[in-house]
């Protein structure tokens, strides 16, 4: 659980109380003011996940994350939103260490899942991600057959057992929505399914490991209506199952699938509660004007 | 912030373009202008570049394909006579072969002075007509006049070429001399040395201009030589006018100027005297004139500037053993008869194993029979034989004597009967017929026809004859085919089943070698002590240490013990291999002997069986035999004695070298059986094959021609032969290319092995190349940290694709061949690389073994725990275990190559080199190392191509790194990798200049794989068939042979296209099919489209 526990309304107020020079928290956060996150009292009251505490990411010198306080929770869809380069997408890739791949990353502060700390000095960073799932932007089946894409997590942990992959993958697609779809061409080249096809694929090879979480940066982005909509409809179908944290661009697509939304500025977190509240009656101007379009 | 910033720079643009549009505007309307900005002048240029690209392309292949395509193609023979010089022999002189070239070449006196006195005539002639001036012969002297303008106007020109030069050279010369003096005069010593530098380079200048002085000094003689001929040439043919008018009536004025012009007027008479006969005989110089002037006046009349001539190359071949004659003659069309250009019927060409092509015509096919004589006739012939030439060793009295003659006379009657016998029944077998004749040949080698026979003559021999062409063709069709296949049988009894009775008698000698080098590996040490212990005793003595002393007497006693030693382990170093080499050689001269006894012995017995047990004969018999192997015992004795002092020496080799000296000699026994067997059957084969001769009459020789059927490869009549047969002829030329090993000198024949050579390198270059050059990429583009090392390591990769090939050839010769090669043989000392002495050696391996430790230890030390991060401790750990490990690989590298113990794995062969030399492997992989930074930068740029969001989603699955690599990475840029490999081939199959150095000879008939023989091995790797210590043939310096060092160019040139479009040809078939592998894996992992 976080340590600076704030209730709505003192954050509120200590917003508005404090005379600050700038217009709003927006332009406070442009400033590089620290400016602390609300978060509505909805989201303590879960059972979490994931908990983010106090993180700060550097690429570099540049600073992206500041302070996040982001507690995820159990058998929920959370939506990170939030105008471009506000690092929603970092911080999703923070969360299976992803990051670690780009050389020049620093971070501070920690995440913990399911009460294990992923940064801490000795955490094996494979193992770690193999109790996550993640899906990308951009379906990127693997060039191989469905089938073997989907057991892919399994063949890398050594699994050799027929019959236990052909069962995970046929649980895993029919949990990813495609099973009907693709059942007769198990053997054929993931790339010649289609654009949505290959996203639910990519999903269902995400939850073939059983993961704790479930990590989607920007899930529809690349794709049409229609394979945004069986996505999302799928996506409605894992909820109560998989812990899901979701980044989305699309205000929209956040209001119909997920149960919690968090809006993000500029590397900070601004507001996070129920998706209906933020959407309905946030508790920040702010975040009204960027849920009606307002800026961003 | 910014975006504002954006929008009012645009507002600012664009107000300050708002004025000069409409100007801009009504520029643009030029025509010219909007075709440039549209770029359409580009497509042309662009088209015309890749058009230009692709001529050149294509004027390549098509030049190649033509050239190589036309060499097999059979040409018609053609015969022509030539203008005889001497018109009193019969003798016509004939020019016949295939035409391969043809020229046009500038006709001038000069070209001619070198023919015939009948040919220049006839030029003259030819000339004189195309002029068709009527009196040709009183003009002359104003063409000659005008010839001289002409050269008076190239003097000129020649002159003025001089003054300029002349000129140039001494202004030169006046500047540098100020130059050096005025430098000289400022006194500054290093001023006048920089003067003289450039000096120098203006000197060089100097130089040229007075070699061009010389040049045209040269030409200038010429010329001035030419009009003072000119000028003689007008005198004489004033002179000649002048005379024959005088002397109109008696028309016999011809001026004789020579002895030769005297002969040749004499043969004249019988034929009308020509009106060019006054410039027939006119002396030479005169003539030359004449012929420059009339060419000048020719060419002038055809508005050029000389006449042109044709001259034709006759391939003519029929070189032989006795006449090594040029196989190409140039046939300009004025040396031959008009007219007499025809195409033989039957002159055949006939491709022959050795000594090239063959041009003639079947005269006669001559089929051989031997008379079989039976044991009978040959058991007489050796008893009267064994008396006639040795009946004095017998040592009788006369009396005696002429009773062994007298009862010798029923044999030889006997002998004469039953010879009469068999040959008339031989003879009653063949019968002569209209088309053909019988000959039959006697002890003696003469041949008479069969009606000529004579009773008293033992005749040896039968001869069929066909004299026709058409049936002497006939019969060698009928006969070739089974004379080649037996041919065949031959090649491979004698290459192979010869060649592996060898190998064994070798393995066998080599396993005597082994033997020794351990007799002498375990001598070494003791004798190294003793040498030591000597040196010190002499050094004592020469401080005067007496001999008594005790330190004296210690080393003394030390030594004889170690004399004791070194006699237990063998009593001396032994030459095996010579004295078991060298007992072999004189055991076989015994056995050669004990043979002839053996021999002698029964015939003794057999002609005392004849003669009757007791008769006179009979003992004289046995005693000329007796005498007579008492002879053969005597030669018998020194071999006998050698062998037995052999024997001897082997004796004091230690006892367990027995077994392997006596396997030597059963195996040299075996061989020896196994080897009369196979040269029994190659003689057999060999007599059957000559027992076919056919006899031809050529051009080029008086005498007709035999020819061995079995020397012939390919016989055709050139001029009868029909399409389909031509195309016959042509594919089996083909295929022979592609099928045989070459003769004579690379010129004829195929490239098989040339073939085989080429592909096995490549193959073993490609497999040699791929591991390393995609894990070094792998590590480049994986695994290392993007930094300056990095870059300058790529840099240099991409750089090191630069480097002249022989570059690579030359590293190739000193590291593989004279370095790893030799230390493979006989280990660092034969490598000549310095060797650590056993206990130093020792001292290393611990230092190694610390070093290890520590190395270990830093970096286990040094490793930062996951998500940890390094502090500046940990990164200098880290950084020192990296140089540590270096320093131990090193250390090891250090105790492997000078290791003391390691004496090579094919120590036995030495000095002959194993690996220590060129050969597939090391051309293999110096062409890898060529390859190698193609195959690298292709790699990483294959690795670089595959979507980093593979790797995140195989990362996101939870996969390691090197999981990712194998499973996602590696199969993504397989077929960008292959592209690498294909250039890589395609680079390394075409490669020449490194070869010649590192294993590609001339001729190796020994394929580096062998069926045949799976004892291959590299090092202690058996590699089965596969002999990479070969050295083998390359398609690339095959064609450099021909074409460079070849005796017969002629010859070998039309085969150099050939040999390149079958290079060119293997390398696509090569790169066809790693395309197509490539296309295999593309397929697979195609990436998809969304």
């Known amino acids: 659980m976080s340590t600076i526990n704030t209730t709505e309304e003192q954050q509120g107020v200590s917003v508005s109380e404090t005379k600050t020079p700038y217009s709003n928290r927006l332009a406070a956060i442009a400033s590089g003011e620290k400016v602390p996150s609300v978060i509505h009292e909805a989201v303590a009251r879960e059972e979490h996940t994931l908990e983010i505490s106090d993180f700060n990411l550097w690429y570099g010198v540049k600073q992206a994350l500041f302070d996040i306080e982001l507690d995820v929770p159990y058998g929920q869809v959370t939506s990170l939103i939030g105008p471009s380069g506000c690092g929603k997408s970092t911080l999703l890739r923070c969360v299976n260490r992803m990051n670690d791949l780009i050389g020049t990353v620093r971070i501070e502060g920690n995440m913990e899942l ?41 063949r890398i942990d050594g699994e050799r057992n027929k019959a236990v992959l052909e069962e995970i993958c046929e649980k895993s697609l029919r949990g990813a929505a495609i099973w009907e779809e693709v059942k007769d061409r198990l053997q054929e080249s993931a790339l010649s399914l289609s654009g949505g096809q290959q996203q639910r694929l990519c999903i269902a090879r995400a939850i073939a490991s059983e993961p704790e979480v479930l990590l989607l940066d920007e899930p529809c982005s690349a794709l049409d209506p229609i394979a945004t909509g069986k996505i999302e409809d799928l996506i409605g179908e894992l909820r109560g199952e998989y812990t899901i944290l979701i980044v989305t661009h699309n205000m929209q697509q956040a209001s119909r699938i997920s149960d919690y939304t968090a809006l993000m500025y500029l590397g900070r977190l601004v507001e996070y509660g129920p998706t209906l509240d933020i959407f309905t009656k946030p508790k920040l101007k702010e975040t009204e004007d960027y849920v009606t379009g307002r800026f961003g | 912030m910014s975006s504002e910033v954006d929008q009012v720079a645009g507002e600012q643009t664009r107000s300050g373009l708002a004025k000069p549009a409409r100007p801009r505007m009504k520029h643009r309307s030029s025509s010219g202008m909007s075709m440039l900005a549209h770029g359409e002048p580009m497509v042309w240029l662009t088209g015309g570049a890749l058009a230009a690209c692709l001529l050149m392309i294509v004027g390549l292949l098509g030049a190649v394909l033509y050239f190589g395509m036309s060499t097999f193609v059979p040409l018609p023979i053609v015969q022509v006579e030539l203008i005889d010089a001497d ?27 070198s023919e015939e006195y009948a040919v220049v005539n006839r030029v003259i002639e030819d000339t004189v007509k195309a002029i068709g001036d009527e009196n040709i012969v009183a003009n002359l002297p104003t063409l000659i006049e005008n010839d001289s303008e002409f050269v008076r106007r190239d003097l000129v020109e020649a002159e003025e070429k001089l003054e300029y030069y002349n000129e140039w050279i001494t202004t030169l010369e006046r500047e540098l001399e100020e130059r050096i003096a005025s430098a000289t005069a400022g006194g500054r010593a290093i001023e006048a040395r920089m003067a003289k530098i450039r000096a120098s380079s203006d000197g060089e200048e100097l130089e040229d201009y007075r070699a061009s002085f010389q040049t045209f000094r040269g030409k200038r003689k010429a010329l001035r030589a030419q009009l003072k001929g000119n000028e003689d040439a007008i005198a004489y043919f004033n002179g000649l006018t002048s005379n024959s008018e005088n002397a109109a009536t008696t028309r016999t004025g011809q001026p004789g100027e020579g002895s030769s012009e005297d002969e040749e007027e004499a043969e004249t008479p019988d034929q009308p005297p020509s009106k060019l006969q006054p410039i027939f005989d006119a002396p030479r110089p005169a003539k030359v004139a ?3 002037a009339l060419l000048r006046e020719q060419a002038g009349m055809n508005g050029e500037k000389t006449v042109k001539a044709r001259r034709r190359m006759f391939r003519t071949g029929n070189k032989s053993k006795e006449v090594n004659r040029p196989t190409f003659e140039w046939v300009a069309d004025y040396q031959m008869v008009p007219g007499s250009e025809e195409r033989p019927e039957w002159t055949i060409v006939a491709e022959r194993m050795e000594y090239g092509r063959f041009y003639g015509v079947p005269r006669q096919f001559v089929l051989r029979h031997k008379r079989t004589i039976d044991t009978e006739e040959e058991d007489l012939a050796s008893i009267i034989e064994l008396f006639d030439m040795n009946l004095w060793r017998a040592g009788l009295d006369d009396e005696k004597n002429g009773e062994v003659l007298n009862s010798l006379e029923p044999l030889r009657e006997e002998l004469k009967s039953l010879r009469k ?23 003696g080698g003469t041949v008479v026809p069969l009606a000529n026979r004579d009773e008293a003559k033992n005749y040896v021999e039968l001869r069929e004859v066909w004299s026709t062409p058409e049936i002497a063709w006939a019969k060698f069709e ?19 089943e010869l060649g592996m009775v060898s190998k064994r008698r070798n393995d066998a000698l080599k396993e005597l070698r082994r033997e020794e080098l351990k007799i002498d590996a375990k001598l070494a040490p003791i004798y190294r002590e003793k040498q030591i212990l000597e040196d010190e005793m002499i050094a004592l003595e020469k401080v005067g240490v007496s001999s008594d002393s005790d330190a004296y007497q210690k080393l003394s006693k030390r030594f004889d013990e170690l004399t004791v030693e070194a006699q237990a382990i063998a009593r001396q170093s032994v030459n095996l291999r010579g004295l078991a080499h060298d007992i072999k050689q004189y055991d076989d001269q015994i056995e050669i002997i004990d043979g002839l006894i053996r021999e002698n012995d029964q015939l003794g017995k057999m002609a005392a069986k004849r003669f009757g047990e007791d008769s006179v004969a009979a003992g004289a018999a046995l005693e000329i035999v007796k005498k007579l192997n008492e002879e053969k015992q005597i030669e018998r004795k020194p071999p006998a004695d050698k062998v037995a002092e052999l024997r001897a020496d082997l004796e004091k080799a230690p006892d367990y070298v027995a077994p392997t000296v006596e396997r030597f000699f059963e195996v040299q026994r075996e061989a020896d059986l196994e080897d009369r067997e196979i040269n029994e059957n190659i003689a057999r084969i060999t007599k059957e094959n000559s027992r076919y001769l056919l006899i031809c009459d050529t051009t080029t020789s008086p005498a007709p021609v035999t020819l061995s059927l079995d020397n012939i490869v390919r016989a055709y009549p050139a001029n009868q032969i029909d399409k389909a047969e031509a195309v016959g002829v042509y594919g089996s030329r083909w295929w022979e290319f592609i099928s045989d090993d070459p ?10 092995p040339a073939i085989w050579g080429t592909v096995i390198m490549t193959l073993i270059m490609s497999i040699a190349v791929a591991p390393f050059g995609v894990l070094a990429a792998l590590y480049l583009r994986e695994y290392a940290k993007a930094g300056v090392i990095v870059s300058v390591i790529r840099i240099s990769i991409s750089n090191l694709a630069g480097v002249p090939s022989i570059v690579f050839g030359v590293f190739g010769l000193g590291f593989f061949c004279t370095g790893v090669g030799s230390y493979i043989d006989g280990g660092p000392e034969n490598a000549s690389w310095p060797v650590l002495s056993e206990g130093r050696w020792f001292v290393i391996l611990a230092v190694l073994a610390v070093v290890s430790c520590i190395a270990f230890t830093l970096s286990l030390s040094g490793r930062v725990r996951p998500g940890a991060h390094a502090t500046a401790t940990k990164r200098l750990l880290q950084n020192v275990s990296t140089f540590v490990w270096i320093a131990a690989v090193c250390i090891f590298a250090a105790l492997i190559v000078m290791a003391p113990f390691f004496r090579g794995f094919y120590q036995a062969d030495l000095p002959n080199p194993t690996f220590g030399k060129g ?5 293999s992989l110096t062409l890898a190392l060529l390859t190698l930074p193609v195959v690298i930068v292709a790699t990483e740029e294959a690795l670089a191509a595959v979507p980093n969001s593979m790797r995140e989603g195989s990362y996101g699955c939870g996969a390691s790194k090197w999981q990712t690599i194998r499973n996602i990475v590696l199969p993504h840029a397989l077929p960008g990798i292959m592209t690498g490999m294909i250039l890589a081939m395609a680079r390394g199959a075409g490669e020449v200049a490194p070869l010649m150095l590192v294993g590609a000879v001339k001729l190796a008939p020994e394929l580096p794989i062998a069926l045949a023989d799976f004892s291959g091995s590299v090092g202690p790797i058996p590699t089965g068939p596969l002999h990479a210590d070969r050295s083998f043939m390359h398609l690339g310096f095959h064609i450099y042979d021909l074409g460079f ?11 150099v296209f050939t040999t390149t479009l079958l290079l060119i040809l293997i390398i696509a078939a090569l790169n066809i099919g790693a395309i197509w592998l490539r296309n295999k894996l593309r397929k697979r992992f195609q990436s998809g489209q969304f």
Request: cysteine-free.
């Open chain 2, 421 to 443: 016998k068999t040959i008339d029944e031989f003879f009653n077998g063949f019968s002569v017929t209209d088309n053909k004749s019988i000959e039959i040949v006697d002890e």
């Open chain 2, 743 to 752: 003769r004579e000198a690379n010129s004829e024949g195929g490239v098989l």
């Open chain 2, 919 to 923: 050969g597939v492997l090391w051309a």
């Open chain 2, 87 to 113: 018109p009193n022999d019969d003798q016509k002189r004939l020019v016949t072969g295939e035409i391969t070239k043809e020229e046009v070449f500038d006709l001038s006196a000069e070209s001619l002075l």
């Open chain 2, 290 to 292: 004449a012929i420059n």
């Open chain 2, 478 to 496: 009928q006969y070739h085919d089974e004379v080649r296949e037996r041919l065949a049988e031959r090649y491979s009894l004698k290459e192979h």
């Open chain 2, 1045 to 1055: 060092q070849s005796q017969d160019s002629e010859a070998a040139r039309p085969m």
């Open chain 1, 114 to 154: 399911n009460g294990d700390s992923i940064y801490k000095v000795g955490v094996d960073v494979i193992e770690l991600r193999k109790r996550m799932g993640m899906v990308f932007q951009k379906p990127n089946p693997f060039p191989m057959s469905i089938f073997e894409n989907v057991v892919y997590p399994l």
